[in-house]
């Protein structure tokens, strides 16, 4: 599934954080860019990217940069979904971690449910220590940076 990036093969995902192809951007800041999942799995799938080149979850650390960028992702894609799709009562946001991920560049997916089709639903559990989806609320709980010890 994962595959990993070449100078012959460059990172689709870089290439749309730059511009350099004709997909449409919902959002765009200097951290993070959003768009139409091409192969939607919802009534409405949208995925936000990092700007810069982060290969999967397995690359994030316990770090107030880290965290703090997948929260900014997860903000961004929460605004987006409810600001397009307010009538939806139901909201997912998650990632695919390896080796389940379909390409190498770090990429929240933001879906307004219901599943279309339904089966789909699948693509989206949490198969436990053997990775799956893990929702952005449970990696950002993974990531948290370490409070200092009080003095």
């Known amino acids: 599934m994962a595959g990993a990036t070449s100078p012959s093969q460059p990172c689709i995902f870089c290439q749309i954080a730059r511009g350099s192809t004709s997909t449409p951007l919902l959002h765009s800041d200097d951290k993070v860019v ?29 770090r107030n940069e880290d965290y703090g960028l997948v929260s900014h992702m997860l903000n961004v ?34 879906l307004a449910l219901p599943f279309v089709p ?11 220590s053997l990775g799956g989806f893990i929702e952005a609320e449970k990696l950002l709980e993974k990531i948290k940076p370490f409070s ?4």
Do not use: M
Request: glycine share 4%; hydrophobic share 35%; proline share 10%.
């Open 118 to 128: 339904r089966w789909k639903h699948v693509k989206y559990l949490s198969l436990g």
């Open 148 to 151: 200092p010890i009080p003095s």
């Open 77 to 110: 894609g929460q605004t987006l979904l409810r600001r397009d799709v307010p009538q939806s009562n139901q909201y997912r946001f998650g990632f695919h971690q390896p080796p389940l991920n379909s390409v190498d560049h770090l990429h929240l997916h933001c």
């Open 34 to 62: 959003a768009f139409q999942d091409i192969k939607p799995s919802a009534l409405r799938h949208y995925l936000v990217i990092p700007v810069e080149h982060i290969p999967t979850v397995r690359d994030l650390q316990r």
